[in-house]
């Protein structure tokens, strides 16, 4: 095997597949890239198992061929001061690497004990707007859980309903509903859980086609498909809990304000709440909302002008649980919404209210 | 301004409150100790005829009818050694508003200011000497020092060896009188320290003092610079009084009355521990974030076990939200050897005034259900109400009901 490819390119997607190779794992290959060249195209890829990137870009190969090389060899490439990187694998998996004046030798493996990774040749299922996609998983894996002791909530549930997508994630004190088209080519009714950990990856791209092609296959695997890249993922074999049926169809309470000054307001409450679990009383009146917080740190009360429509209302929350989705919320106001002193307070978008939802529980006193 | 400290002990404490209770047993060797048909049969404490014999503490009864054949075995009374001790601290409470209990027969009394009162520190400590033994029977040994460290050192090594039972340790005359000590006498060294610092050819306190402070930080961290401090008999702490205390932690620990193999019999043992810990942090109003489990293995000479802890989720004093963070912590980390004693503890408390209310479950209820199981056992005994695994074998539950500290109340 022998290729010559360019330095950046190559780069961009070795970084990619760092992301995902697991630093120690049992099997030995799992902790390389795997790099296979077949007529001027170089197709790369990574694994642990449960989730998984691969990628192609052009190359100039001399000889075609495989080989599983350590995951160092992104940060071989990335301190190379040559714009155009040879390599060359030896039938004992010895890979040369040469450019001007540097000749690296990396001790490669076999790439027969790469595992069989899964391959996007099955029809699409459903295809989502590449932006809109990335807006939607923001939106709501910053709320799912991290404990393991709640496996089906440390994913996303998505559910797909002729062509709208719904992405629910909670930890049990807070949930988050995002609702966006699809082009639902299949037709397909779906609900599975999605664990965060390759769309957390994916999101941080700058893909430049509109659209992602997205399919599930017999193993229990979705596989997205953009640009260059393949992303794929396993399932959770969990049943989500029925949680939705805890928002509330009628508010008591209305509350209108301007999002900076939330999160201004919220980050200085913070600043002392975070002493005692975050704990912030507020007081909603007619024109003002009053934040107070105390720990044994000392104390904070700040007004914050808002609308309101409705009740008066005095609540117990969380203030990091309040401030995280402020900054997933497009536009300048924000809507937040109560029921009575223990129910749930509902926050959303001030003018596109359907599309997203974050529901958090109060702190009972 | 110089501080003024003492530390006062009893003498053979549980076996003095016998005598005193019981004149007739004075001048005989006389041995406080469990059943000595079980683990418990050790001797908890002996007087000073029994110590003649060469009867220590911790020693199995057996042994003890070997050394001394006329020994007299007591079987405990734990609450009449609560109640004695609690008395003592209101008779300390007569010298001095700032006294702080620091096991069942040892006291902290902070006496800075009060010679103005009751005269020189000798006279202060031969003062309070005389009212506990003319009070309660008990004879009391006090180390006299400049901060809590000296008065420990004063007492355990001087005080507990002279007739009159009080003996004073000053920043001037400390390195005189500990130096030449072997190092196992230092407050703080047990003998897994002193073999290591045996292994660096120290062999007395002096020896310890002799060493850079940063050797000894950079080779044991904060433990080895207090060490060194301890050398140097010198101790930041103060004695609070109790009433300031805040409860950082609340645990609970047995030591179990065999070794046990079987999984399913410690995780029973488990669950009342964790049951036990809950409920005194529910007494308290508290709930914690942090969970430490503590276990040690059965081979005394080869000293086994472990303490791990792991962080919750969210605080909680809920027995069923806590237990399976043990079990797991138990599983990771047991080494499948025989058990000796188990232990449970839980940290990083707060007020359980605010509760973070939950999608998934009723978190109330769960909060209710174990304040109205506190309330049954308060009123109706620890045994009126139980999880059904007590009732299987391995449940500690019903031989330690009604014993204080797994001795008898």
């Known amino acids: 095997m022998k290729f010559l490819a360019e330095q950046s390119e190559m780069l961009f997607y070795l970084q990619a597949c760092m992301k995902v190779s697991p630093q120690r794992s049992t099997i030995p290959s799992l902790e390389g890239i795997y790099l296979c060249c077949v007529e001027n195209e170089m197709n790369i890829s990574a694994t642990n198992l449960e989730v998984g990137i691969r990628c192609k870009f052009p190359a100039h190969t001399e000889k075609d061929g495989a080989v599983v090389l350590p995951a160092k060899l992104g940060e071989i490439v990335r301190m190379i001061n040559d714009s155009k990187v040879e390599v060359e694998v030896e039938d004992n998996f010895k890979a040369l690497i040469n450019c001007s004046n540097v000749n690296f030798q990396l001790n490669g493996l076999n790439p027969l004990d790469f595992p069989e990774l899964p391959d996007f040749n099955k029809d699409i299922d459903w295809t989502i707007n590449t932006g809109l996609f990335k807006e939607m998983i923001r939106q709501t894996a910053f709320c799912v859980s991290s404990d393991e002791g709640k496996a089906p909530l440390t994913g996303i549930q998505f559910s797909v309903e002729k062509d709208v997508l719904t992405l629910t994630s909670s930890d049990s004190f807070r949930l988050s509903v995002k609702r966006g088209n699809i082009e639902n080519v299949s037709g397909k009714e779906m609900n599975f859980i999605l664990p965060v950990k390759i769309i957390n990856e994916m999101v941080k791209f700058n893909f430049s086609q509109e659209k992602i092609l997205v399919t599930l296959d017999e193993k229990n695997q979705i596989l997205f498909k953009v640009d260059n890249f393949l992303f794929f993922s396993k399932l959770l074999e969990e049943k989500y809990p029925a949680i939705e049926k805890v928002i509330p169809m009628e508010f008591n309470t209305t509350l209108t304000a301007l999002k900076n000054d939330l999160v201004g307001c919220l980050q200085r409450i913070i600043l002392i709440s975070e002493g005692n679990n975050f704990i912030t009383k507020i007081e909603v009146r007619d024109k003002t909302a009053v934040f107070l917080a105390n720990s044994e740190m000392g104390s904070v009360e700040e007004q914050v002008e808002i609308e309101k429509q409705g009740e008066d209302v005095d609540i117990y929350l969380n203030s990091r649980f309040l401030i995280e989705p402020l900054r997933y919320i497009e536009g300048d106001q924000v809507k937040l919404n109560f029921s009575e002193t223990n129910g749930p307070c509902v926050i959303t978008p001030f003018d596109e209210e359907d599309a997203y939802l974050y529901l958090v529980l109060p702190i009972k006193s | 301004?110089?501080?003024?400290?003492?530390?006062?002990?009893?003498?053979?404490?549980?076996?003095?409150?016998?005598?005193?209770?019981?004149?007739?047993?004075?001048?005989?060797?006389?041995?406080?100790?469990?059943?000595?048909?079980?683990?418990?049969?050790?001797?908890?404490?002996?007087?000073?005829?029994?110590?003649?014999?060469?009867?220590?503490?911790?020693?199995?009864?057996?042994?003890?009818?070997?050394?001394?054949?006329?020994?007299?075995?007591?079987?405990?009374?734990?609450?009449?050694?609560?109640?004695?001790?609690?008395?003592?601290?209101?008779?300390?409470?007569?010298?001095?508003?700032?006294?702080?209990?620091?096991?069942?027969?040892?006291?902290?009394?902070?006496?800075?200011?009060?010679?103005?009162?009751?005269?020189?520190?000798?006279?202060?400590?031969?003062?309070?000497?005389?009212?506990?033994?003319?009070?309660?029977?008990?004879?009391?040994?006090?180390?006299?020092?400049?901060?809590?460290?000296?008065?420990?050192?004063?007492?355990?090594?001087?005080?507990?060896?002279?007739?009159?039972?009080?003996?004073?340790?000053?920043?001037?005359?400390?390195?005189?009188?500990?130096?030449?000590?072997?190092?196992?006498?230092?407050?703080?060294?047990?003998?897994?320290?002193?073999?290591?610092?045996?292994?660096?050819?120290?062999?007395?306190?002096?020896?310890?003092?002799?060493?850079?402070?940063?050797?000894?930080?950079?080779?044991?961290?904060?433990?080895?610079?207090?060490?060194?401090?301890?050398?140097?008999?010198?101790?930041?702490?103060?004695?609070?009084?109790?009433?300031?205390?805040?409860?950082?932690?609340?645990?609970?620990?047995?030591?179990?009355?065999?070794?046990?193999?079987?999984?399913?019999?410690?995780?029973?043992?488990?669950?009342?521990?964790?049951?036990?810990?809950?409920?005194?942090?529910?007494?308290?109003?508290?709930?914690?974030?942090?969970?430490?489990?503590?276990?040690?293995?059965?081979?005394?000479?080869?000293?086994?076990?472990?303490?791990?802890?792991?962080?919750?989720?969210?605080?909680?004093?809920?027995?069923?939200?806590?237990?399976?963070?043990?079990?797991?912590?138990?599983?990771?980390?047991?080494?499948?050897?025989?058990?000796r004693a188990l232990g449970v503890s839980l940290s990083g408390l707060m007020e359980d005034r605010y509760l973070q209310l939950s999608l998934l479950e009723d978190k109330e209820k769960k909060v209710r259900l174990g304040r109205a199981m506190d309330e049954v056992r308060e009123r109706f005994g620890i045994t009126s109400l139980f999880r059904a695994s007590s009732l299987t074998p391995g449940s500690q539950l019903f031989d330690r009901a009604g014993k204080i500290g797994g001795h008898e109340a």
């Open chain 2, 1 to 339: 301004m110089r501080r003024i400290i003492f530390l006062a002990d009893m003498e053979s404490f549980y076996a003095s409150v016998e005598i005193a209770r019981d004149p007739s047993l004075r001048g005989k060797p006389v041995v406080v100790c469990g059943d000595p048909e079980r683990r418990r049969g050790i001797v908890l404490a002996a007087n000073r005829e029994a110590k003649a014999c060469g009867i220590e503490t911790a020693m199995g009864a057996w042994e003890c009818r070997s050394l001394c054949p006329q020994v007299i075995f007591i079987r405990p009374h734990m609450q009449d050694y609560i109640n004695v001790s609690l008395q003592m601290t209101e008779i300390f409470e007569r010298f001095t508003d700032r006294v702080a209990p620091y096991s069942i027969d040892e006291q902290f009394l902070d006496m800075t200011g009060c010679e103005s009162l009751f005269g020189p520190p000798r006279e202060m400590a031969l003062r309070i000497n005389g009212e506990i033994l003319r009070e309660t029977g008990v004879r009391c040994r006090i180390g006299i020092g400049e901060n809590p460290l000296q008065a420990k050192m004063a007492c355990d090594r001087f005080a507990k060896k002279n007739p009159q039972g009080v003996f004073q340790l000053t920043c001037e005359n400390y390195a005189g009188l500990t130096w030449p000590l072997p190092i196992r006498d230092l407050f703080g060294v047990g003998f897994r320290m002193e073999r290591n610092l045996r292994r660096l050819g120290i062999k007395t306190i002096g020896g310890l003092a002799a060493l850079p402070r940063e050797k000894m930080k950079s080779r044991w961290g904060i433990n080895g610079e207090v060490l060194w401090l301890n050398a140097h008999g010198i101790d930041y702490s103060n004695i609070h009084s109790r009433s300031t205390e805040k409860y950082k932690g609340v645990g609970h620990s047995m030591t179990l009355p065999r070794d046990y193999s079987s999984k399913e019999k410690i995780e029973v043992v488990l669950l009342e521990i964790t049951e036990e810990v809950c409920r005194r942090a529910r007494g308290l109003r508290k709930v914690g974030r942090v969970v430490n489990l503590y276990c040690r293995g059965a081979d005394f000479d080869n000293p086994t076990g472990f303490s791990r802890q792991k962080k919750l989720p969210e605080p909680t004093a809920v027995t069923m939200d806590i237990y399976p963070v043990v079990l797991r912590l138990f599983d990771t980390h047991w080494d499948r050897l025989p058990v």
